[in-house]
Nanobody, 127 residues
Framework: QVQLEESGGGLVQAGASLRLSCAVSGPIDREDIMGWFRRAPGKAREFVAAIRWRGGPPYYGDSVKGRFTISRDNSKNTVELQMNNLRREDTAIYYC????????????????????WGKGTQVTVSS
């Protein structure tokens, strides 16, 4: 079983930066897809970013393009999410997820295909 644990959330002012980390343990393979999602109060869970465990081009949701950067550090077994120029609408619980696809695939936003999820970390952006 893959286990994921998010950290790094907190309360920041609009315009600030924050870096989230997802500690990954268990059987992760090179072609697995690692994703970040978020759920804002009263809203559905939303895709943020994804990247293949072995690296390569990431994939971003439209609302975070140009502000957020996903990366992975295989030596530390972590997936990071650097968030810059935060806005109030970025306030949400952020979740790390892992997809162990049966067939080779690219980083994607299909939530139902992610097999493992962390418990989330709260990010609050004040104006």
């Amino acid at each position: 079983q893959v286990q994921l644990e998010e950290s790094g959330g907190g309360l920041v002012q609009a315009g600030a930066s924050l870096r989230l980390s997802c500690a990954v343990s268990g059987p992760i393979d090179r072609e697995d897809i690692m994703g970040w999602f978020r759920r804002a109060p009263g809203k559905a869970r939303e895709f943020v970013a994804a990247i293949r465990w072995r690296g390569g081009p990431p994939y971003y949701g439209d609302s975070v393009k140009g502000r957020f950067t996903i990366s992975r550090d295989n030596s530390k077994n972590t997936v990071e999410l650097q968030m810059n120029n935060l806005r109030r609408e970025d306030t949400a619980i952020y979740y790390c997820a892992a997809d162990k696809p049966e067939q080779l695939t690219v980083p994607h936003a299909h939530q139902n295909e992610y097999d493992f999820w962390g418990k989330g970390t709260q990010v609050t952006v004040s104006s």
